[in-house]
Structures are given as structure tokens and as C-alpha cells.
């Protein structure tokens, strides 16, 4: 059966360019029979067949582009049917589509000369987005989008993460992204077009943020400034109904950066009228003056607020020109506002309001509501709030059914409620390779903190954490006094001795910091490996070579990362 789904295959591929793809000898393939193509190396037969295609094309003369180009097209638009029907080879390709795309493009290729040598690199680089975009939602709980109407097949097995990671940190395939995003971007404030591209608002460079950031902030040191840039371009320069989506990914973007970097975001100056100013694309304002705000939608409140909070500290260059910039102050009071009358943020804005001080109206002192402690929960949420990843492979894991996608779910260790699996095979990896040992400790902790929460709360709180004890309350970040010289801070001793008095050894543990604010969170080493913002594994591991593993690693929320290790005397453990 196989052999004859390929051969229809390729009979699509040879087609006459004048027709239609749906119409092509393998329009009607189920997603079953995509399946079965596609893991009988298809993927080989269409990548390579776009190879070839985009050569020729570079290669043509300016009549002969337009005929290689068709055909580049349907290639394109069967690879697109084949990852949408099977999960089972998106390694293979990622990986032909990187080496395909080194054939034709190099840095600046999409900007350059319109020749068949453009078009072809922009049309390999839009099948990249496209596969980026969608392996990144496959590694999410986000359902897909309502006009999908395939899935991938009951029979596929999805992609270990870390048969990716290597591929989505390759410098070429991070700067392709990086163009395409900014031709897309001028495209769509010129209102001009190439070849019908319309630019996506799912972009690339954000599928390339969520999922390996480190390796984008190497590679495009600038990328924090490029995006508030955006920002600011596309609230003052496109209608408010066309730039909704792409501000939307622009700010989750820029807060998945901040979560690495705040140094960067602190450093732009503009940053606070930006984000102010696309928050506002999201509620309703005309009516309202300038410097005021009517609080709408809650998800860009959540984004706007924790923006705010990483550039709020004494000190940085973004923080004065927050509290000088009335309509990003005024959105913080309005929240502060809502707060006072019961609504949750992640961060606080009465906080906030009232650490910022100057430039508020009124002024903070005379707030009519209790200001709370500051900083709020300024450690980004992926830092704080448990992954949604196997500890063993880096899978996540969908809900099963229609609306959920139909791969694996991730399942939480019945004993705990802290470990995470994919599938019996990595529950029994993990519990022989550690959890064995750890599971009781994390038992031990969660519950320890699940209690510490509730008292901080007066016994209410969402300590539980979706019916798991403590699941968390864990992760929430600690206030603790980093100033002055790394080497001479107290909290670690007392750290480390409460990990070992629950049984667990410091080696389980990855303590996640941010000295600017003086807050930390606690984390499971199996949890933080897989994290988009984790430092390289063989960095993490070096300081456990010396004293028996014995080492209580922080790792500083900065880019470049910084690993500060502290040994058994520097602890006062006993020997």
C-alpha cells in the first residue's frame, strides 16, 4: 500500500504546473495514508524534489522562473499536507528543509534582488515558518486552529524534543526567520505583496523564541530592540483589526525574551510607550482620553503588567522613562484599580503603582488601597509555574480527542505530583534513572510548600495547584537578599539544607534568580533541562563533578547565563 500512496505521490509532484494541487493524485489522501507514505521515506522524495526546484529556479533565466516556481509551489503545498497528517518524521523535515535552504539563501537574500533566487529562498523559508509554527503548537497544550480540519494520524509518534533542539539552534535557519519576519512586517505596512505571500501573523522567529530562545538571542543580539521597534511601527502605521494578531505574537514574543534577557528590555528606552501603546490595540478606547485606560482584554493586561514589572527596577534606563510615560502609568493605576476591587493579576499593579511612585495620578502615597509587596511574582511564568514537558524525552503531551489533537498526554507521577511523563516507557526511564529516589522528597517539598502557601494566604490561596498539593505553590519565586558579591550571600545554606531535609540531594535542583529583584523559584533539575530559556546541559552538569554532586547550582536570569555554583563548605554542610 505504501509503495503505491509513493507512487501517487511523485505523480503529484510531476504533474503539469497548471493544475490544481487538490486535484493531484494525492489531493484525497487520508490522513492514515499520509501516515503510511510518509514514514515510508516520502519525505526524502518531496524535500528532495523542492531542492532541486528551488536550484533551477535560482538558476533560470527571468522567463523560466515563473514555470519552476509553480511547481516549487506544489511541492510546498504537499509538504504542507504531509506534517499536517503525520508527526512522525518533522526531525527529517526540519533537517531538509535547513540543508535545502543553505543551497539558495544567505543573510539578506530575502531583501536582496527579485530573481528566482529570492523567490525560491522565500518560498523555502515560508515551508520552515510553516513547519516551525506547527511542531511548536504540537509541543503545546494549544488546540489547533478551528479551520484546521486534519489532524495527525491516531498512529503517529510524536518527535522527541531533543532530536530537535540541535536543528532550531542552527544560526542560518534563526537569521532566515529573522528576514522573513521583517519582510513580512514591511510587506504588510506598505500594503504590498510578492508572489501573493500575505505574511502570517504566527512568525517564525516566535515559534524559534518558545521553543530554543538562547540560540535566537546569540544569533541576533538585537532581537529585543528589533521587536519593540515592531511595536511601535504597527500601532501607529496599520489598522487596529490588521494589527491585532501580530501585536498579539509580537508581545508574547518580547515577554519569552525578557523572561532571558530583562537587561535588554530594560536598556530600551522606548520599550514602556510601546507596550503601553499596544495594549491598547486589545480594549476599547476610543472615548477615553489619551492618558486613560479601560482595562479589556485580560490576557494583554497579564502580558502588559509582567512587562511593565521587569522594567520597573531602580536603577534601569527603562524605569524612569516608565514612570515619565503617563499612559503606561495610567494603565498600571487602572489596573491597581481593579485589583483593589477583587480582580487576580499574575503581577500585582497596586504593587507595582506604588513601587514606581513618581508620575503616578494620583500620586502613589495617596492610592486608596493597601499597596502590596514589590516585587510582585516578577520571574517570568515559564519560570515559575510547572513545564509541560516529559523529564525524560522533552515531549508535551496533548489531551486526547477532536479538540484537544490526538498524541500523547502528560501525565504527573500518581506518587508526587511533581514528575511528568509522556508514556509508560519514560515514566519507567525516569523512575530508574532518578525519580525513584527523588519521588519522595518531591512529595515532601510540594507539600511543604503547598502548606507555607496557604498560611502566606491565610489558608486559601491557589496553593493546590489544579488538585495536586502544592504542584504550585512550589514554584513560586522567594524574596532573598543578593547584594553584594555572589560568594558572600547567606540564603543558599539555608536552601540547601532545606532540600536535603526532605530527602532530596541538591543535584535534583536548579534554583532559578534574578538578582536585580532579589527573588528566586526553586526548580526540579528534570523540569528545568527542558525549559526554552535552560542552560546547555554540559554547563549545568560541570559544577556537579566536584563534591560527589554535592553542588546547589543558581543559575542567574541573564544572557549571556551565568552558572554560580556553591560547595559543601561555602553551605556549612556537614561533610
Given amino acids: 500500500m505504501a509503495a503505491a500512496l509513493r507512487e501517487r505521490l511523485r505523480a503529484s509532484m510531476a504533474a503539469p504546473?497548471?493544475?490544481?494541487?487538490?486535484?493531484?493524485?494525492?489531493?484525497?489522501?487520508?490522513?492514515?495514508?499520509?501516515?503510511?507514505?510518509?514514514?515510508?521515506?516520502?519525505?526524502?522524495d518531496v524535500i528532495g524534489e523542492m531542492r532541486r526546484l528551488?536550484?533551477?529556479?535560482?538558476?533560470?533565466?527571468?522567463?523560466?522562473?515563473?514555470?519552476?516556481?509553480?511547481?516549487?509551489v506544489r511541492a510546498c503545498i504537499l509538504l504542507d499536507a504531509g506534517t499536517t497528517c503525520c508527526a512522525c518524521r518533522d526531525a527529517e523535515v526540519l533537517d531538509g528543509l535547513l540543508a535545502a535552504l543553505h543551497v539558495v539563501y544567505t543573510p539578506g537574500t530575502l531583501t536582496g534582488e527579485l530573481d528566482g533566487r529570492m523567490l525560491a529562498a522565500g518560498r523555502l523559508a515560508e515551508a520552515l515558518r510553516v513547519h516551525l509554527v506547527r511542531t511548536s503548537r504540537r509541543f503545546s497544550y494549544r488546540p489547533p486552529r478551528a479551520v484546521v480540519t486534519r489532524q495527525p494520524s491516531e498512529s503517529c509518534t510524536r518527535t522527541p524534543m531533543d532530536a530537535l533542539s540541535a536543528t532550531l539552534?542552527?544560526?542560518?535557519?534563526?537569521?532566515?526567520?529573522?528576514?522573513?519576519?521583517?519582510?513580512?512586517?514591511?510587506?504588510?505596512?506598505?500594503?504590498?505583496?510578492?508572489?501573493?505571500?500575505?505574511?502570517?501573523?504566527?512568525?517564525?522567529?516566535?515559534a524559534l523564541v518558545v521553543a530554543v530562545v538562547r540560540p535566537v538571542l546569540d544569533t541576533l543580539p538585537d532581537v529585543t530592540t528589533s521587536v519593540v521597534r515592531w511595536l511601535t511601527t504597527l500601532t501607529t502605521r496599520v489598522g487596529r483589526m490588521t494589527a491585532i494578531p501580530y501585536v498579539s505574537t509580537l508581545l508574547q514574543t518580547l515577554c519569552m525574551l525578557s523572561a532571558t534577557a530583562p537587561a535588554q528590555l530594560r536598556a530600551a528606552r522606548s520599550a514602556p510607550a510601546a507596550v503601553a501603546a499596544a495594549y491598547r490595540l486589545f480594549t476599547s478606547y476610543d472615548a477615553v482620553p489619551t492618558d486613560a485606560f479601560a482595562l479589556g482584554d485580560g490576557d494583554a493586561v497579564a502580558l502588559a503588567l509582567l512587562l511593565h514589572a521587569v522594567m520597573a527596577p531602580t536603577g534601569c534606563p527603562s524605569a524612569p522613562a516608565l514612570r515619565g510615560h503617563r499612559a503606561a502609568m495610567a494603565m498600571i493605576v487602572a489596573a491597581a484599580g481593579a485589583e483593589a476591587g477583587g480582580t487576580a493579576f499574575t503581577v500585582s499593579p497596586t504593587a507595582l503603582a506604588a513601587h514606581l511612585g513618581a508620575g503616578v495620578s494620583p500620586p502613589a502615597a495617596d492610592l486608596p488601597w493597601a499597596p502590596a509587596a514589590f516585587p510582585p511574582a516578577a520571574l517570568p511564568p515559564a519560570a515559575t509555574v510547572p513545564s509541560t514537558r516529559c523529564w525524560a524525552c522533552g515531549s508535551a503531551g496533548h489531551e486526547?480527542?477532536?479538540?484537544?489533537?490526538?498524541?500523547?498526554?502528560l501525565q504527573r507521577c500518581s506518587e508526587c505530583a511533581v514528575g511528568r511523563a509522556c508514556s509508560p516507557d519514560c515514566h519507567a526511564a525516569l523512575w530508574r534513572a532518578s525519580h525513584k529516589?527523588?519521588?519522595?522528597?518531591?512529595?515532601?517539598?510540594?507539600?511543604?510548600?503547598?502548606?507555607?502557601?496557604?498560611?502566606?494566604?491565610?489558608?486559601?490561596?491557589?496553593?493546590?495547584?489544579?488538585?495536586?498539593p502544592g504542584h504550585v505553590a512550589m514554584f513560586r519565586p522567594r524574596a532573598v537578599d543578593m547584594r553584594g558579591?555572589?560568594?558572600?550571600?547567606?540564603?543558599?545554606?539555608?536552601?540547601?539544607?532545606?532540600?536535603?531535609?526532605?530527602?532530596?540531594?541538591?543535584?535534583?535542583?536548579?534554583?532559578?534568580?534574578?538578582?536585580?529583584?532579589?527573588?528566586?523559584?526553586?526548580?526540579p533539575e528534570g523540569d528545568y533541562r527542558w525549559k526554552p530559556d535552560a542552560v546547555a546541559a554540559r554547563f549545568l552538569a560541570a559544577p556537579l563533578e566536584k563534591h560527589g554532586g554535592r553542588v546547589l547550582r543558581v543559575v542567574n536570569r541573564a544572557h549571556p547565563p551565568t552558572v554560580r555554583s556553591f560547595g559543601p563548605r561555602s553551605l556549612r554542610l556537614v561533610v
Avoid at 54 to 61: F, G, K, R, Y
Avoid at 176 to 205: F, K, N, T, Y
Fill in 485 to 523: 558579591e555572589w560568594k558572600g550571600w547567606v540564603w543558599p545554606a539555608a536552601l540547601a539544607a532545606e532540600v536535603e531535609a526532605v530527602g532530596l540531594e541538591l543535584r535534583d535542583v536548579v534554583v532559578y534568580a534574578d538578582p536585580g529583584w532579589g527573588i528566586m523559584s526553586v526548580l
Fill in 54 to 72: 528551488a536550484v533551477d529556479a535560482a538558476a533560470a533565466p527571468d522567463s523560466g522562473i515563473m514555470p519552476v516556481l509553480s511547481q516549487l
Fill in 400 to 409: 486526547r480527542g477532536a479538540a484537544r489533537g490526538t498524541l500523547t498526554r
Fill in 437 to 468: 529516589r527523588a519521588c519522595g522528597g518531591w512529595r515532601r517539598w510540594a507539600a511543604a510548600a503547598a502548606a507555607g502557601s496557604a498560611t502566606a494566604t491565610g489558608g486559601g490561596g491557589n496553593g493546590g495547584g489544579d488538585g495536586q
Fill in 17 to 44: 504546473t497548471d493544475e490544481d494541487a487538490s486535484d493531484s493524485p494525492a489531493g484525497t489522501f487520508t490522513s492514515a495514508e499520509w501516515h503510511s507514505v510518509w514514514t515510508a521515506d516520502a519525505v526524502d
Fill in 169 to 206: 539552534a542552527d544560526p542560518l535557519l534563526v537569521e532566515a526567520m529573522a528576514d522573513q519576519w521583517e519582510v513580512g512586517l514591511r510587506r504588510l505596512v506598505s500594503g504590498s505583496s510578492i508572489d501573493g505571500m500575505v505574511p502570517d501573523h504566527e512568525l517564525g522567529i516566535h
